[in-house]
């Protein structure tokens, strides 16, 4: 064995302590992390005859290059690390499990002065309450807008509640009071963060007391014959108790409980939660698994349950400082609840529950039901997995089949040495020559990989501007530059005797097998030349839009791919993938450069001064017709920067 794997450590250098171990490819990339109790036992378990090995575990340990590890004091610790670091690194041979679709939520942004109602599809910002999700916005859209009947919560954003404040009048909303108006001082703060307590206790399934509160209210303003009043009550009262009946009552409403259920098939593996807060289903998500390598149940609901609630740790792992304990206890649906409700235990179960206990900071069972309403509302949540499923396949057969032919045609008709499972395509756009952008895309196993996208500030001077090729050849410079930087560095970190405490992912370290660019043979030439120059020894093509032709480089002739062929419409998904990407961010570079005052092109003079100047004068016309005298009068205003700005504005009449 030790011929197979060569990098096998010695078994007395390594401890016998708790601890998370990685190993890492040749480029120092991280391709799996786990945890042990005991390091010495766990690790002896990877370097077995390899005929021994799961094919999984097999491919894996072949293709590290090496082993480190990190001890901690105890297994919750190392809980802990593992998420943290299966979350920076993603490694390639654990199991991540991937959620089916974009949730919207309905967020009260209690961290504010005056809290905001609104939708989103984020839910990481500290002091922020988030209620949902909900499978469909419409469904949202309709509970905020009946809350808002009986609490006029405000759902501008900063920018137009900033303007209102200024001008001295609110916007249309608050004019037909939908909204209580607090820009232009219509309700003291008190009274409107108590609105927003009032939501914040409904959506939480305290309905009882405001909804009596308000009945108490109704019958004392028609006591005193203030039938105005009372019938703006009573339209607040039915509002809230539409609401209300649009979530069941399934459990006691004492409960507080998170209800999973799964349906499998030997190819993935859906995963089904309902989100039950005081009794009531409050949401449901769905996320899909891999689970071709056939790993073991419980610990595939031990690293679900890791991924899931190590969300709710918030900010990178770890509870954000501005986030207390209570303020998370009162998010409804992103808090960890009191029960965590399985059809079977995961893995170190006692573990996981001492973990989202920490995290929570009051006690968290994971129980499996046997019978009862729990159990009822298991099978049903066990229903919906196995119709997800079904969807599923029939939309992952053709996709999956369509993928690996495209693969394999493409290293059929391009005579590669093996199939292309990471390609990137770059792309360059531009406005004459102005606001010039590079992007790159990358495509792994057939599909996008969104989040390795990159886009790249062209820095060539305005004669080269309008020059495609040579903003090329700048963009796959800098990125193969970059990689081979960062196969250095982790090359340095696999040679170091010490492991950092503090490891950062890499953002190039993944070398593509395969780089299109969009254009003929002088495109491809120069694309070819640039990764010469810089020794990158990837295979490069590029796709001209005319006849969909393919080019090699060195070629006089192009490759015709089949017009019906997976492999030419993966090649022209990727082109028309890198020219969205890259025209999206040239549009954003471009709107910022219309948006640039004049104020900055004055050396030194940054944003806070910019704003004291427009203060002081009122417009940027006024400010051009100041002398030198009075620009400086503005604080923080010298005399050689009211030159410089004067000199400016001089320059350009």
């Not at 303007?163 to 309700?187: F, H, M, T």
Request: glycine fraction near 6%; hydrophobic fraction near 40%; proline fraction near 6%.
């Amino acid at each position: 064995m030790a011929d197979c794997v060569p990098y096998r450590p010695a078994p007395g250098d390594i401890p016998t302590s708790p601890g998370v171990y990685r190993f890492l490819d040749k480029n120092g990339r991280v391709i799996y992390v786990g945890k042990a109790i005991n390091l010495r036992n766990r690790l002896a378990n990877y370097f077995q005859p390899l005929d021994s090995l799961h094919p999984r575990t097999r491919k894996m340990v072949t293709t590290a290059v090496g082993v480190k590890w990190i001890t901690v004091a105890n297994e919750l610790e190392a809980l802990s690390l593992e998420y943290s670091w299966i979350k920076e690194f993603a490694p390639r041979f654990n199991v991540m499990f991937r959620d089916d679709k974009s949730y919207p939520y309905l967020a009260l942004t209690m961290a504010e002065e005056y809290p905001r109602i609104h939708i989103t599809r984020e839910r990481k910002r500290a002091n922020t309450c988030y209620f949902g999700p909900y499978t469909q916005v419409w469904a949202v859209r309709e509970t905020m807008d009946l809350l808002r009947k009986a609490f006029p919560l405000r759902s501008c954003t900063k920018g137009v509640f900033n303007r209102s404040q200024a001008l001295g009048r609110p916007c249309l909303e608050g004019y037909i009071d939908k909204c209580a108006a607090p820009c232009v001082g219509r309700i003291s703060s008190t009274k409107y963060r108590h609105l927003a307590e009032q939501v914040r206790a409904f959506l939480d399934g305290k309905t009882e007391p405001i909804t009596s509160q308000l009945r108490q209210e109704m019958s004392e303003a028609a006591a005193r014959l203030d039938y105005e009043q009372a019938a703006k009550t009573r339209d607040q009262l039915r509002a809230l108790e539409t609401v209300r009946e649009k979530n069941a009552v399934v459990l006691d409403e004492s409960i507080d409980a998170d209800v999973f259920a799964f349906a499998k098939d030997e190819l993935e593996m859906i995963m089904q939660v309902f989100y039950v807060r005081a009794g009531r289903i409050r949401g449901e998500r769905g996320w899909v698994v891999d689970t071709s390598e056939n790993t073991e149940l419980p610990e595939m609901l031990e690293a679900f349950l890791e991924q899931v609630y190590g969300e709710y740790q918030a900010m990178d792992g770890q509870i954000a400082p501005a986030m207390s304990v209570d303020d998370i206890a009162h998010t409804p649906i992103q808090a960890i609840p009191a029960q965590v409700l399985m059809p079977l235990l995961p893995a170190h179960s006692p573990v996981l529950a001492a973990w989202l206990s920490q995290i929570r900071g009051k006690k968290v069972e994971i129980k499996v039901p046997r019978r009862g309403a729990k159990y009822s509302l298991m099978q049903t949540a066990a229903e919906n997995a196995q119709q997800s499923l079904r969807l599923h396949k029939s939309k992952r057969v053709g996709d999956l089949t369509q993928r690996s032919e495209a693969l394999r045609q493409l290293q059929e008709y391009l005579d590669l040495p093996e199939a292309p499972l990471r390609i990137e395509g770059y792309d360059i756009s531009h406005t004459q020559g102005t606001n010039q952008v590079g992007s790159m895309v990358v495509f792994e196993d057939g599909a996008p990989l969104k989040r390795a996208y990159r886009t790249f500030n062209i820095k060539t001077t305005p004669d080269d501007s309008s020059d495609d090729t040579k903003a090329m050849n700048e963009v796959l410079t800098r990125r193969f530059l970059r990689l081979k930087q960062e196969e250095q560095e982790a090359q340095d970190e696999l040679n170091s005797a010490e492991s950092p405490k503090d490891l950062k992912s890499r953002r190039f370290s993944y070398p593509p097998d395969l780089v299109v660019v969009d254009g003929g043979a002088p495109q491809v030439n120069a694309a070819h030349k640039a990764l010469l120059e810089v020794g990158a020894n990837v295979s490069v093509i590029g796709l001209a839009k005319r006849l969909e032709e393919v080019w090699i480089p060195g070629s006089d002739f192009p490759v015709i791919l089949p017009r019906t062929s997976p492999a030419l419409y993966l090649l022209q998904y990727l082109r028309d993938e890198s020219h969205r990407f890259a025209i999206g961010a040239h549009r954003k570079k471009r709107g910022k450069s219309v948006r640039r005052s004049a104020l900055d092109k004055v050396p030194g003079l940054g944003k806070v001064r910019q704003k004291a100047l427009l203060q002081h004068f009122g417009s940027l016309k006024r400010l051009k017709a100041a002398t030198i005298e009075e620009i400086a009068e503005v604080e923080g205003i010298g005399s050689a920067i009211a030159k410089q700005i004067f000199q400016s504005f001089a320059d350009s009449r």
